[in-house]
């Protein structure tokens, strides 16, 4: 067997190998009642934010802790706590992709992903994000 | 009824439309003619002639658009929709570039013109082989004006036009403002985006963008061998040219980590965010490519892996040039362009050549000469070829999570990208720099065909048992020194070893020549990047844990990382050895500035003060408000500090005695609860009020909490906040304590347990003002980039070395 074929199988092997780690670790979008079947498990939820349910961010008392309530592709509304200060802006997001998982109190969030309408462009949402990670 | 619109300058938009027409045609017929004068082989000249006329008419098309889209932007057209989205009568002048290429209009054009300077270089340049490879040059120039054109063939939009009238934006045409005729006189830009005022905007996408167009000469040279079945001879001058790419691209990589790193929030230089893996994807194979090319040039072997890797670095550039504006990163990337409706028309560009390389290597394949010998084990080519293949895999893991939500949309599958893309990544790639480290240590000791086994040992011991002492000493300084930390010791060994073998050899065996040290000096450079890198992430420390008092334990166990602190405004807390203090803010222009002192104590105990730094909070209509970290470098650790949160609510300022409700508390008696400057206790309830001061009648039940605050200096106060019941309603009188901004007023009695339910309000005055803070010390940031310096340096020795060479 030559050499070269002899790297052409590790190469392989190694791309086989990055292929399966990615969908290792790879999540999956649910909504809360999926995310509530598997609580131990991390999930990428994509809603919006239930802009009359209370926003709750006080910093005298936690800094780290931010909850509020979001809708999700399936209409269900569940209550989010963020591990995290509040991210900037948060009360103009159009649409929202919580990374987390869900436990007994609510859905613990520790990314947001947000997305904002542009003044400007008459509520076409622009295609930015804000990455808030703890 | 037609309006006839006042004050528009409608020759700018035609002027630039008939740049963009010649820019188009002028490709066209330069492709064409250098097709034409490639094919026949003969010495016809005159193909040749018109080959170079059509490209000196593209060029000028595309420097006529870019001089008509700069008049615009500098007189204020915003007639146009370009001008108008991406400027404004406000903006400081030095930022006119960054509006130029803020949209993807102008960043197309940026491309395009680095291609056409690159295009006449090589027409001065590449001698025999300008035919095939200019023909080649053409025909992408062809597709990138073609992205300008705004044209619509069958139903379809081709490009996007940057001169395109405001009125004549679908989203805008119909708008009352622009049915008046002297719609001109009021309007103003958009502006640009204030996220990207500042210098690297300037600077990073003139480098990245001309770090793209450096991949396509090598591209082009690798099609023009295959086309003119030479199978060596392009990679002579092309391999300079690929050393100049890894370097520019490399160079605008990193400028684009500087960038995050200093001005945007990303707590790092590197996030692994899919734009980043995006154009670090094609350095990595165009770096294996280098690296075959040389050995290639030495031995004439791996042939089909260097067209391979060529031609994929082109593909892979166009690749991540489709992933960053076709808009199907939306969900996972924080930088994306939006989509303009070209997705279609990159894909096909994209597949064109992919097709283009494919056919040609295979119709190709079996003329392609084969080495009598395989090369021996212990030859230096033999393990650069294994290194370009572990880059190959590295950067496959990379474009391969990159590719999650393409691969949802091919498959429509919902599959969500890693939870910890870090973790994802950084698990795979440390075992990537770990063989590629320890490649670039040995590699130049093998001598290229066969190298003898005990001089090898004997020049490469002295360097592999010092870089073990000093991975040791690291080791114990970094206190590394535990079960998850091996693969960092592992890696760090490694690095430690790249650095410190490439150096010895260029000391001890290339003896101090600077001519022939580019490797060398890259590699040492290289192997910096890792360690700073290694340094930096693994042991950055968050300071600002929380040492305001507030309980963290009813957090959970998932979420140990609570980083941000909160600073009240002249309160000083200690913080990582330091001892800081928030002095306040103020505005200037759309920034918010923080100012935050660092003090340490002295021996006597004394304050110190050892900076300052002036954070700041963008207010930004668009993005939304961003915060800016501020950085204060020292030469071994830089402190990062950045703020995650700030009251931006200026009513509270201009009504300072406006009440705010504080919280609601229930209280049994003997309770206390902190107000912002004092201590408030509940005493009990007291039956005894004095009715006629409420105006109640005999038969109305009424009940006073009784309430004691105590203030900082211990003054006391009382204070007693009345609930009755009148008939059937409920009604409660409030209580304040002027001297103290406080007031409470009872929205629920408990009888059974004489517990009371009450609100606290503050005086706006009261509440001081806070931010919140997150601040990380990134020791040895500096080893990296001045790893990014020497490998710049290393880069241009050996472009120095291999122009020597072709000439």
């Known amino acids: 067997m030559k050499k070269s074929h002899i790297i052409a199988i590790i190469i392989i092997a190694v791309a086989i190998g990055a292929i399966l780690t990615t969908v290792g670790d790879s999540s999956t979008y649910a909504s809360f009642a999926v995310a509530a079947e598997n609580s131990g498990k991390e999930y990428h939820v994509v809603g919006k934010l239930e802009k009359d349910s209370a926003l709750i961010y006080n910093p005298q008392e936690n800094v780290n802790l931010f909850t509020f309530y979001l809708k999700d592709t399936d209409g269900a509304v569940k209550k989010v706590l963020y591990h995290g200060t509040k991210p900037q802006d948060f009360e103009r997001s159009e649409q929202v992709v919580l990374v987390g998982k869900m436990k007994e109190d609510g859905f613990q969030a520790n990314t947001i992903l947000m997305k904002c309408p542009s003044k400007y462009n008459e509520g076409k949402p622009e295609e930015t994000e804000h990455k808030a990670q703890i | 009824m037609d309006i006839t619109y006042v004050g528009e300058h409608l020759w700018a938009g035609n002027t630039g439309n008939f740049f963009i ?21 003969i010495q016809n000249t005159s193909w040749k002639s018109l080959g170079r006329a059509g490209f000196f008419i593209h060029a000028s098309g595309v420097l006529g658009i870019i001089g008509t ?12 929709h370009y001008v108008w989205q991406h400027s404004n009568t406000e903006m400081p002048m030095r930022y006119i570039l960054s509006c130029f290429w803020e949209g993807q209009e102008g960043s197309f054009l940026l491309w395009t013109f680095w291609h056409m300077v690159l295009g006449f270089i090589l027409i001065f340049t590449a001698k025999n082989w300008e035919g095939p490879v200019m023909a080649v040059v053409a025909l992408v120039q062809i597709f990138l004006a073609s992205m300008l054109l705004g044209v619509y063939v069958f139903g379809y939009k081709i490009g996007s036009n940057p001169f395109l009238l405001l009125r004549d934006v679908p989203d805008f045409a119909n708008l009352p403002f622009l049915q008046n005729e002297n719609y001109l006189a009021k309007l103003d830009g ?52 690929t050393f100049f790419g890894v370097m520019i691209l490399g160079t605008g990589i990193l400028m684009g980590g500087a960038w995050a790193y200093e001005a945007l929030s990303f707590g790092g230089f590197w996030a692994w965010d899919p734009v980043e893996n995006a154009s670090l994807v094609p350095w990595l194979t165009f770096v294996g490519a280098a690296h075959v090319m040389v050995i290639h040039r030495n031995k004439g072997q791996s042939l ?45 560009y994209l597949l064109t050549f992919l097709l283009l390389g494919i056919v040609l290597i295979a119709i190709n394949w079996k003329h392609f000469p084969k080495p009598e010998t395989e090369e021996s084990v212990w030859s230096r080519e033999f393990w650069m070829f294994v290194g370009a293949m572990v880059l190959s895999v590295s950067a496959f893991q990379i474009i391969f999570t990159t590719s999650i939500p393409v691969i949802n949309k091919i498959f429509s599958s919902n599959i969500a990208p890693p939870t910890n893309p870090i973790q994802h990544y950084n698990s795979f790639q440390v075992w990537v720099a770990v063989i590629v480290a320890l490649l670039i240590g040995v590699g130049q000791y093998f001598k290229f065909k066969k190298t003898e086994m005990n001089v090898f040992l004997k020049t490469i011991a002295v360097s592999f048992f010092g870089a073990i002492v000093i991975t040791g000493l690291l080791t114990i300084i970094l206190d590394l020194l535990s079960v998850q930390q091996i693969p960092y010791i ?47 992430m693994s ?54 500035f923080y100012e935050i002192d660092y003090f340490s104590k002295d021996e006597n105990g004394k304050y110190v003060k050892d900076f300052t730094l002036n954070p700041r909070v963008q207010i930004n209509p668009r993005m939304g408000n961003v915060a800016e970290p501020a950085t204060k470098h020292y030469l071994g650790k830089d402190i990062y500090t950045h703020v995650t949160y700030a009251e931006l609510d200026e009513e509270k300022e201009k009504k300072p005695e406006e009440f705010k409700k504080a919280r609601t508390v229930t209280l049994a008696p003997g309770d206390t609860v902190f107000g912002s400057n004092s201590i408030i206790i509940f005493e009990g309830l007291d039956k005894n009020v004095d009715k006629t001061k409420y105006n109640l009648g005999e038969k109305d039940i009424a009940v006073a909490a009784q309430m004691r605050v105590v203030d900082i200096k211990n003054n006391s106060f009382t204070a ?21 901004g406080l007031k409470f007023i009872i929205t629920k009695l408990i009888p059974e347990s004489g517990k009371v339910e009450l609100e606290v309000y503050e005086k706006n005055s009261n509440l001081k003002e806070f931010i919140i803070l997150k601040a990380i010390v990134f020791p040895g940031i500096n080893i990296l980039w001045a790893g990014c310096l020497i490998m710049v340096i290393g880069t241009v020795l050996a472009i120095r070395h291999r122009l020597k060479q072709s000439n």
């Not at chain 2, 593909?315 to 997705?343: E, Q």
């Open chain 2, 490 to 536: 592992i890696l760090l060994f490694s690095s430690v070893f790249a650095i410190v073998a490439n150096a010895s050899y260029f000391i001890s065996i290339l003896k101090g020549k600077v001519k022939l040290s580019g490797a060398s000096v890259a590699h040492v450079g290289f192997g910096m990047i890792l360690l700073g890198s290694l340094i930096s």
């Open chain 2, 304 to 348: 089909l892996v260097t067209f391979v890797l060529t031609i994929i670095t082109f593909i892979l550039i166009l690749y991540s040039t489709f992933l960053t504006r076709s808009g199907i990163l939306g969900d996972s990337s924080v930088h994306a362009f939006t989509d303009l409706g070209m997705s279609g028309q990159l894909l096909v």
């Open chain 2, 720 to 740: 007693r906040p009345v609930y009755s019941i009148q008939s059937v309603y409920a009604v409660p009188f409030a209580d304040e304590i002027s001297e103290l």
């Open chain 2, 539 to 592: 042991k950055s420390e968050v300071i600002s844990r929380n040492t305001s008092g507030v309980d963290l334990q009813k957090l959970g166990e998932d979420f140990p990382n609570a980083e941000n602190i909160m600073l009240v405004k002249n309160d000083t807390l200690s913080m990582g050895g330091w001892f800081v203090t928030y002095n306040g803010k103020k505005k200037e222009g759309v920034n918010i």
């Open chain 2, 69 to 80: 889209l700069f008049y615009m932007l500098l007189n204020h057209f915003f007639e146009y």
């Open chain 2, 21 to 41: 027409v010649l820019s188009f045609c002028g490709a066209l017929l330069s492709a064409l003619s250098y097709f034409i004068f490639t094919q026949n082989e």
């Open chain 2, 190 to 241: 958009r502006g640009l985006n204030p996220l990207l005022q500042n210098y690297w905007m300037t600077i990073h996408p003139p480098t990245l963008f001309l770090g793209f167009a450096s991949t396509l000469v090598p591209f082009a040279y690798a099609i023009a061998g295959l086309w003119k079945k030479d199978f060596n001879g392009w990679m002579k001058p092309a391999l300079p040219w």
